[in-house]
């Protein structure tokens, strides 16, 4: 049932869901160094750090289906030392992905059980994406439906749920699914939740659409310098350390058999800032390490098929458009999603050198930035309302666009510190 509402959502964009589904079935299905079973508790794991109860079931589930031993499913102490030994870096990955160096990588690949550098990409991979894949689940109030429907009971039959995995290529890109729309029984049962943490004022799409349209015009003529451009970089990173950060919700409590996968729930992610981290020699500079340039190169030396296959997702998400904004059409949106994308590589300490990031500020308001910054960082706090009380002019397929860019954009940032790691490592 998860992957059929998941499914769903991502209909809204065929060609993105296309790549979104290759990549997902290859990591967990396809050729690779790992086994099903280590495959599956790596994905397992990966999603008990942000509480994704109802992927986690699913994946339990599946598990199961392609040969795991039961008795994994007890909990962390019940599998493998080799994979009780990369709990450390998944829990660093999702939460302060800065604090990785290639000390963490050289432990994992020595001594007894130890990890090949091409089954430690393969389990670096499974973390980030299901790391990711429970930031979008919660940010599009997917777990909410489920809860809803299932009155907190999450089992799901893989088999089936791999059949309904299939793109319908009738589907225009912008109609409207059944999961986007809400049910009063949806909205009463948000009464008991959290405020919402997404103001209510928000700029208006023409007033956007206009500030997109001056700072295309002015970026010609207007050169900074690279002090000023690092100021504003800066200035982002300070400013994002002072939005509100959503309460923990008070009906979250970790089930028994879930709760056994996961360590310090109390590790979560600090702000750049406010771990002393921000500094030029701290901060991640993308001129220096990037996906393109060296990435990519890395996973695709060791993992090859899926390089490609990550290569491809990137892009998709990231030049995906459609040319609109709410019922404005032949749009350029793309000063907007950079603008996302940048700010999301901003929260974990990455900086893009040629990047204006005062955009930010003009494009993305406070309710906004507040909204993108909880779903990467605190997913597991985002309710429904939030979804509901932010960008609230668009249609629901540009609103489930955003969260793609949030996806992707989160993914790769703890795939480039991994991969950096790595290469530090290697040399």
């Not at 990591?27 to 750090?49: F, H, T």
């Not at 702000?271 to 001129?287: A, I, M, P």
């Not at 706090?381 to 932010?390: A, I, N, Q, S």
Request: glycine share 4%; aromatic share 10%; proline share 4%.
């Amino acid at each position: 049932m998860l992957m059929a509402f998941l499914v769903e959502v991502l209909s809204y964009h065929p060609k993105y869901m296309e790549h979104f589904l290759q990549t997902h079935n290859a990591i967990l299905r396809g050729d690779g160094p790992l086994s099903y079973p280590y495959r599956y508790i790596i994905a397992i794991i990966a999603s008990g750090r942000h509480q994704c109860c109802c992927l986690m079931n699913m994946l339990k589930n599946e598990f199961i289906d392609h040969g795991g031993d039961p008795f994994w499913l007890e909990g962390l102490k019940a599998i493998p030392a080799k994979l009780q030994n990369l709990y450390e870096i998944n829990k660093i990955l999702a939460h302060t992905p800065w604090l990785l160096n290639k000390c963490y990588i050289e432990n994992l690949t020595k001594g007894e059980g130890n990890w090949s550098l091409s089954e430690l990409v393969h389990a670096i991979i499974l973390l980030v994406h299901f790391h990711s894949l429970s930031t979008f689940l919660f940010s599009c109030g997917i777990t909410k439906k489920l809860e809803n429907l299932q009155t907190h009971s999450c089992e799901f039959n893989s088999k089936s749920a791999e059949s309904l995995a299939v793109p319908d290529p009738e589907r225009p890109a912008n109609s409207p699914v059944p999961i986007s729309r809400r049910s009063s029984q949806d909205e009463d049962s948000l009464s008991s939740s959290p405020p919402s943490i997404v103001g209510e004022q928000e700029v208006k799409l023409q007033t956007l659409m206009e500030r997109m349209k001056d700072l295309s015009e002015k970026s010609d003529s207007f050169e900074f310098t690279e002090e000023e451009l690092a100021k504003r970089f800066e200035t982002i990173e300070k400013q994002s350390a002072e939005l509100v950060v959503a309460p923990l919700r008070t009906n979250t409590v970790l089930e028994m058999d879930i709760g056994l996968f996961i360590e310090e729930p109390s590790y979560i992610y600090q702000d750049f800032t406010k771990c002393g981290q921000l500094s030029e020699s701290l901060t991640f500079r993308v001129q220096d390490y990037s996906w393109a340039d060296h990435g990519y190169s890395l996973v695709t030396s060791l993992y090859t098929d899926v390089g490609n296959l990550l290569d491809d997702k990137f892009k998709t998400a990231y030049n995906l458009t459609y040319k609109t904004m709410g019922e404005h059409s032949e749009v350029d949106t793309s000063r907007f999603r950079i603008a996302i994308w940048n700010y999301i590589q901003c929260l974990y300490g990455i900086k893009h050198d040629d990047y204006d990031y005062d955009e930010i500020n003009q494009l993305l308001e406070d309710s906004l930035k507040t909204f993108i910054k909880n779903a990467v960082c605190y997913p597991e706090r985002v309710t429904k309302k939030d979804y509901d009380r932010v960008m609230t002019e668009f249609k629901e397929s540009e609103k489930v666009h955003v969260n793609l860019i949030i996806f992707e954009a989160r993914m790769q940032a703890e795939l480039l510190y991994a991969l950096r790691s790595m290469m530090h490592f290697m040399t």
